[in-house]
């Protein structure tokens, strides 16, 4: 990763995540990799790649409380059955998977957090209809949801709106297709690293702006 030392400067917190269980080059890894380091609208990105685990990521997201914290925080993840771009509004208290995580953990639904009410909603500030219609405008296809599913993406989601919430930061979960896929409505053709670091890059300035 990149040297950050001009630590006091506005910046955004971007994370990726690795491989997991059926995804072996996960996408997202190679966009936060990219991105780290980089100015965008005057706002430095440090980024980091997550491993695909439910523990320790509230420990994890809680040392950028550390100093200066972010000005915002994103996510991204790959939704392995989706053909377009998905900004998630919402995260769940709950976590529940089919396949396990890299840790070879899994669970069959129990909270993310025990303090607080099981399936509970955590909604983000971040204006996501909007940058919706921006992406749409520039040729992306891209939707809103209300789903996260209850896997690692969600978990991570939930506890970020939950930490830097409480500070105030908004953050954002951002869901890709995988690579190779087709939208159907793109005439780009089928999704690729470079669309996908596009996309990235769109939602970023709409945040900082």
């Not at 899994?106 to 025990?114: T, Y």
């Not at 204006?127 to 749409?136: D, F, N, R, T, Y």
């Not at 087709?182 to 709409?206: C, M």
Request: glycine fraction near 8%.
């Amino acid at each position: 990763m990149a040297d950050h030392s001009s630590a006091q400067l506005d910046w955004i917190l971007v994370t990726g995540f690795g491989a997991f269980p059926g995804v072996l080059d996960n996408p997202t890894e190679a966009v936060a990799r990219t991105l780290d380091g980089r100015m965008i609208a005057g706002t430095q990105i440090r980024a980091e790649v997550l491993d695909v685990t439910f523990a320790g990521v509230a420990q994890r997201l809680e040392t950028h409380l550390v100093g200066h914290p972010p000005a915002a925080t994103i996510h991204l993840g790959v939704a392995v059955q989706s053909t377009h771009v998905r900004l998630e509004r919402q995260a769940v208290n709950w976590k529940r998977a089919s396949i396990p995580d890299v840790a070879g953990v899994s669970f069959d639904g129990v909270p993310i957090d025990a303090a607080a009410e099981p399936h509970r909603v955590l909604e983000t500030d971040v204006p996501v209809g909007s940058i919706v219609a921006s992406l749409q405008n520039a040729g992306f296809a891209a939707r809103e949801s209300d789903d996260p599913g209850r896997y690692v993406c969600n978990c991570t989601y939930y506890q970020a709106l939950r930490i830097f919430g409480a500070q105030g930061i908004p953050s954002l979960f951002v869901h890709v297709p995988p690579l190779g896929v087709d939208p159907g409505e793109n005439e780009s053709g089928p999704w690729t690293s470079e669309a996908l670091l596009a996309v990235a890059e769109r939602v970023i300035e709409a945040v900082v702006e």
